[in-house]
Antibody
Framework: QITLKESGPTLVKPTQTLTLTCTFS??????????VGWIRQPPGKALEWLGI???????RYSPSLKSRLTFTKDTSKNQVVLTMTSMDPVDTATYYC????????????WGQGTLVTVSS | DIQMTQSPSSLSASVGDRVTITCRAS??????LTWYQQKPGKAPKLLIY???SLQSGVPSRFSGRGSGTDFSLTISSLQPEDFATYYC?????????FGQGTKLEIK
């Protein structure tokens, strides 16, 4: 059974760096073909794809956020970490991590999401 | 980036109605198209992948079709639990963009 859960601060100040951890079970990010993605959703708005990290440590980032985003993985802990620099109030959103299926690349399992508010 | 455009943005319907939501890609994405359902305060739920494949456990009243640039999600007979927001997403090329969502409301 695959599960994922996001954790991290609920409140960050403008200009600070956000660090979120996705802890998962039921799969290994060292297995060929496996990937974990990050998605966010501002309150009342649509889903936004942030990026993805692959089993081989390859990463793809949203072009609009590439300069601010970093994904890392710790396969021994079954964790993926998102780091986003220079946080701004427009970055206030629920952040999700999700398991990406290997064949058609959809997100088949999602974490519950964590709301991050950017405010001074 | 591939742009995904859903229509309509919102839709009012009654229990028992048949409804169709469309999603158009700005370039061909083959059938790398996924549909999700999201209810307030919850994570999205996978409904349809590969444009027309029903995810395990999803009721058969949901169906998807299309390939290339034009796709649709149909709910054959709306149930009370189907009132939610629906998103399409392409996974043909990164960034794997989402549509803007279609909010399905009770009439």
């Amino acid at each position: 059974q695959i599960t994922l859960k996001e954790s991290g601060p609920t409140l960050v100040k403008p200009t600070q760096t956000l660090t979120l951890t996705c802890t998962f079970s039921g799969f290994s990010l060292s297995t060929s073909g496996v990937a974990v993605g990050w998605i966010r959703q501002p309150p009342g708005k649509a889903l936004e794809w942030l990026g993805i990290i692959y089993w081989d440590d390859d990463k793809r980032y949203s072009p609009s956020l590439k300069s601010r985003l970093t994904f890392t993985k710790d396969t021994s802990k079954n964790q993926v970490v998102l780091t986003m620099t220079s946080m701004d109030p427009v970055d206030t959103a629920t952040y999700y991590c999700a398991h990406r299926s290997e064949q058609w690349l959809e997100f088949d399992y999602w974490g519950q999401g964590t709301l991050v508010t950017v405010s001074s | 980036d591939i742009q995904m455009t859903q229509s309509p943005s919102s839709l009012s319907a009654s229990v028992g109605d048949r409804v169709t939501i469309t999603c158009r890609a700005s370039q061909s994405i083959s059938n790398f198209l996924t549909w999700y359902q999201q209810k307030p305060g919850k994570a999205p739920k996978l409904l349809i992948y590969a444009a027309s494949s029903l995810q395990s456990g999803v009721p058969s009243r949901f169906s998807g079709r299309g390939s290339g640039t034009d796709f649709s999600l149909t709910i054959s007979s709306l149930q009370p639990e189907d009132f939610a927001t629906y998103y399409c997403q392409q996974s043909y090329s990164t960034p794997h963009t989402f549509g803007q969502g279609t909010k399905l409301e009770i009439k």
